[in-house]
């Protein structure tokens, strides 16, 4: 891939535009020296490196808005940056262009139990609103296996999701609005804490536009109850055939899991070297199957989907006493020492293979 060839005349103009720059943010807010800027050289897909002319840490939405009107005026190229955790390329910066980093945007604003929402500036972790709102018993649905690190406001720039946006939707679907700043130093908002508003879905154009509309300075976001009981099912197979047979089996039957994930051998192999999740190694194909909700509901979609697994050729089949997503720490997660605790098998040694019923999972 080929960067865009670099105005050298901007980039002969760097001192200069970073003096200007200091008059509308704090000085050691502007960073010029190379090797502080190369923590910046690129995001996650780390296969792409090239150091930003500059870049630019605001603190207030009236700095981002300053910033960006300069810029206009100057004819310079603005990348925002979250905090870089994404693996699309989503924050690649140029050589004749500023970073716009929104780190210093981290704090959460207002919490609205009533109305099941939360107002948090961009630099917030998509794990932090969980934990802002963990102890009313309430979480922020999308959780990308970087939700550790990676803020909203990336989140709403790629439209991220993660295992539960099967059920729950991605981050489309659980942003009610933003305050967002044009590369004119416009500030609109979008949304808010109501239902859809009429006309376009500007809301909907901005979310997943990677920052190229406009710079995302709030979020309102929807928070939701945690389930009361949440267990997952593990299902091995024959093939990778039959695998995919057995999800279309499930959505077919009306069933929404809170997350499922499919994982052929090798993938099996290299993630139980490295968590120690106690993924079974003599099966062709893996199904992570998670059910949530009340308890009566998830202990009666378990057996469904015990009878599906069977139906569609499963050699084995454990189901976990409680906790959510215990066998997804293969996402994203660190080594463990050991195998994660709180799961029982099912008998499997007279579960017998049938012939696959529907079709492969594309």
């Known amino acids: 891939m080929l960067m865009p060839a670099p105005d050298a005349a901007i980039i002969a103009r760097r001192d200069e535009i970073a003096a200007q720059l200091r008059r509308i943010v704090a000085a050691d807010a502007v960073i010029l020296p190379e090797d502080e800027r190369r923590a910046y050289e690129s995001d996650a897909l780390t296969a792409y490196r090239q150091l930003p002319l500059l870049v630019v840490l605001p603190s207030t939405t009236a700095e981002v808005a300053a910033v960006l009107r300069f810029c206009k005026s100057a004819g310079i190229k603005v990348v925002p940056r979250g905090a870089g955790t994404s693996l699309s390329g989503g924050a690649l910066p140029l050589a004749d262009g500023i970073i716009l980093g929104m780190g210093k945007f981290n704090k959460v604003l207002d919490i609205d139990y009533d109305n099941r929402c939360a107002v948090v500036q961009p630099g917030v972790t998509n794990l932090g609103i969980s934990q802002a709102v963990a102890a009313k018993g309430f979480y922020y649905a999308p959780d990308p296996s970087s939700q550790i690190a990676c803020t909203i406001g990336g989140n709403v720039a790629e439209n991220s999701g993660g295992v539960h946006c099967l059920k729950y939707g991605l981050t489309t679907n659980n942003v009610l609005g933003i305050e967002m700043v044009l590369m004119s130093g416009e500030v609109l908002r979008l949304g808010g804490k109501h239902l859809d508003a009429e006309g376009y879905d500007l809301l909907g154009v901005m979310i997943g536009s990677e920052g190229l509309l406009g710079v995302v300075t709030e979020v309102t976001v929807r928070i939701l109850p945690k389930p009361t009981t949440a267990r997952a099912v593990l299902i091995g197979f024959p093939s990778n055939e039959s695998a995919g047979a057995c999800v279309a089996a499930i959505i077919a039957a009306g ?21 120690h999740a106690g993924y079974p190694l003599d099966v062709e194909a893996l199904l992570i199957v998670e059910l949530d909700g009340p308890k009566a509901e998830v202990d009666h979609l378990i057996a469904r989907v015990e009878s599906i697994a069977r139906e569609n050729a499963a050699v084995s089949v454990r189901v976990s ?42």
């Open 321 to 362: 006493n409680s906790g959510r997503s215990a066998w997804f720490s293969g996402r994203g997660a660190k080594p463990r020492s050991r195998p994660l605790a709180g799961s029982r098998p099912i008998t499997t040694a007279s579960i017998r293979p049938s012939r696959a019923n529907g079709c492969p999972m594309c």
């Open 255 to 275: 069933i929404i899991p809170g997350g499922m994930e499919m994982m052929d051998k090798p993938a099996i192999h290299a993630v139980e070297a490295f968590v």
